[in-house]
């Protein structure tokens, strides 16, 4: 499979055994070199590693999404991995059983995206709609000022000084 069409493929792929992300992956393509730092036969001598680099804020959701994952509901997340370097790289990871012909199940396949960038123009916007709201705040807070104003002075221009 090392010369094959996974290697072309702008995200990790990877094949785990029957325990999932607890075994050394059968295959994991080249890309995951490139994302965390870690050759892929890193990764496949140490079974803890994906563990290991999962970002602490995350490990708990993802870990529970991957323990509720089933048939029905497959792996499907977004979470934060340190990479050798230190970088985050935020991925979207997508896993689904391959069972045989009997539904016993042989092997989980999966792939992993990198959206840091996507994940950065999302907090880009986020940024921006709050700076936003908080501006429309502001003018609706200089308006109701406007209009007290305009009330005092339009009352005092109706009242004819004593």
Do not use: C
Request: proline share 6%; aromatic share 8%; net charge negative.
């Amino acid at each position: 499979m090392r010369d094959g069409w996974a290697e072309q493929i702008p995200a990790v792929v990877y094949i785990e055994g029957e325990g999932g992300s607890g075994d050394s992956p059968v295959y994991i393509s080249p890309k995951y070199q490139e994302l965390f730092g870690y050759t892929p036969e890193e990764r496949q001598a140490r079974p803890n590693l994906w563990l290991e680099l999962l970002h602490p804020e995350d490990r708990d959701r993802v870990l529970l999404a991957e323990e509720q994952a089933s048939d029905e509901h497959p792996f499907s997340e977004d979470y934060r991995m340190v990479a050798r370097d230190g970088r985050l790289v935020w991925v979207h990871d997508e896993t689904v059983p391959v069972r045989d012909e009997s539904g016993e199940l042989l092997f989980y396949q999966g792939v992993m995206y990198d959206v840091t960038e996507q994940k950065r123009a999302e907090r880009e916007l986020a940024q921006a709609l709050d700076m936003e709201r908080k501006a429309v705040e502001r003018l609706r807070e200089a308006d109701d000022m406007k209009n007290t104003f305009l009330t005092a002075v339009s009352h005092d221009l109706r009242t004819p000084l004593s």
